[in-house]
């Protein structure tokens, strides 16, 4: 009779031990999924920047170009124009000596051409003015849209993806739950703390909150709500509080088979 259920124990240890080696085995599994649909979106989004990124040199490139050649193109005209305005005060100059000789008509030809070649060189310095304007406006829109599509970062080479990671407390939950419970004091301050010290439980590998329940013949492991630590926060910050900590510790416990630490 010991036997026979000495045997039976054993052989609803072997199931058991089964179960949870097939359970272990499935959560690899949904690991190496996670890390390869995260390196896979990792790629996608480190090309996605890097040809973003190519596009804004370009077009940087392209208006130091624009602003190059216009310094050196205004640069010249300037030139011409203080050589003009030389050779037209001393072409006025001979025309009002020659006027007071013979007062000869003809003089107010060459004085003419003069004037409009300055003109065409002003309404050339203009032109120039008004492609830099609208140059510079292009560059604006199109950080503008960077701007509006969530990478602005980009413009400034500090490119920073946000990402929630896997057994992370939501602080938000934290946040909500303190500004209620303390409304008339440093409830940020307070907030931060809790937010750390829970962060912290939940990584502890010596704290275990958790209980085996079976479901449909299938063991399951669920968080423990009778344990002393989570019954407390329960009691005395109430089920917002709790309910962050809870969905922390089942991420961290079914994406993390290797060790207690958060992951992306």
């Given at each position: 009779?010991?036997?026979?259920?000495?045997?039976?124990?054993?052989?609803?240890?072997?199931?058991?031990?089964?179960?949870?080696?097939?359970?272990?085995?499935?959560?690899?599994?949904?690991?190496s999924?996670?890390?390869?649909?995260?390196?896979?979106m990792?790629?996608?989004?480190?090309?996605?920047?890097?040809?973003?990124?190519?596009?804004?040199?370009?077009?940087?490139?392209?208006?130091?170009?624009?602003?190059?050649?216009?310094?050196?193109?205004?640069?010249?005209?300037?030139?011409?124009?203080?050589?003009?305005?030389?050779?037209?005060?001393?072409?006025?100059?001979?025309?009002?000596?020659?006027?007071?000789?013979?007062?000869?008509?003809?003089?107010?030809?060459?004085?003419?051409?003069?004037?409009?070649?300055?003109?065409?060189?002003?309404?050339?310095?203009?032109?120039?003015?008004?492609?830099?304007?609208?140059?510079?406006?292009?560059?604006?829109?199109?950080?503008?849209?960077?701007?509006?599509?969530?990478?602005?970062?980009?413009?400034?080479?500090?490119?920073?993806?946000?990402?929630?990671?896997?057994?992370?407390?939501?602080?938000?939950?934290?946040?909500?739950?303190?500004?209620?419970?303390?409304?008339?004091?440093?409830?940020?301050?307070?907030?931060?703390?809790?937010?750390?010290?829970?962060?912290?439980?939940?990584q502890?590998?010596?704290?275990?909150?958790?209980?085996?329940?079976?479901?449909?013949?299938n063991?399951?492991?669920?968080?423990?709500?009778?344990?002393?630590?989570?019954?407390?926060?329960?009691?005395?910050?109430?089920?917002?509080?709790?309910e962050?900590?809870?969905?922390?510790?089942?991420?961290?416990?079914?994406?993390?088979?290797?060790?207690?630490?958060?992951v992306?």
């Open positions: 009779m010991e036997n026979t259920n000495y045997e039976e124990e054993l052989k609803n240890d072997r199931r058991l031990v089964c179960s949870l080696i097939y359970e272990i085995n499935c959560k690899k599994e949904q690991l999924q996670m890390e390869r649909e995260y390196n896979e990792t790629a996608t989004l480190r090309g996605l920047i890097n040809g973003l990124i190519a596009k804004i040199n370009s077009k940087d490139s392209n208006l130091w170009g624009w602003e190059l050649q216009y310094n050196v193109t205004v640069s010249q005209l300037n030139g011409k124009n203080a050589a003009l305005r030389l050779a037209f005060a001393q072409v006025y100059s001979k025309k009002k000596k020659k006027k007071k000789t013979n007062g000869n008509p003809k003089e107010n030809v060459p004085c003419r051409d003069l004037v409009e070649l300055k003109k065409t060189t002003s309404d050339q310095i203009a032109a120039l003015k008004e492609q830099l304007e609208e140059t510079s406006e292009a560059l604006k829109d199109m950080e503008s849209r960077y701007s509006c599509t969530g990478l602005n970062d980009v413009l400034t080479s500090r490119t920073t993806l946000v990402v929630k990671r896997m057994g992370e407390i939501d602080q938000k939950a934290f946040e909500v739950a303190s500004s209620g419970k303390f409304p008339n004091e440093d409830w940020q301050e307070t907030c931060a703390k809790l937010c750390s010290l829970w962060q912290q439980n939940v502890d590998p010596k704290w275990h909150p958790f209980k085996m329940i079976n479901i449909r013949g063991l399951q492991e669920i968080v423990d709500e009778d344990d002393e630590k989570l019954k407390e926060l329960r009691n005395e910050y109430g089920d917002v509080m709790y962050a900590v809870s969905t922390a510790l089942m991420e961290m416990n079914e994406y993390n088979v290797s060790g207690r630490y958060a992306i």
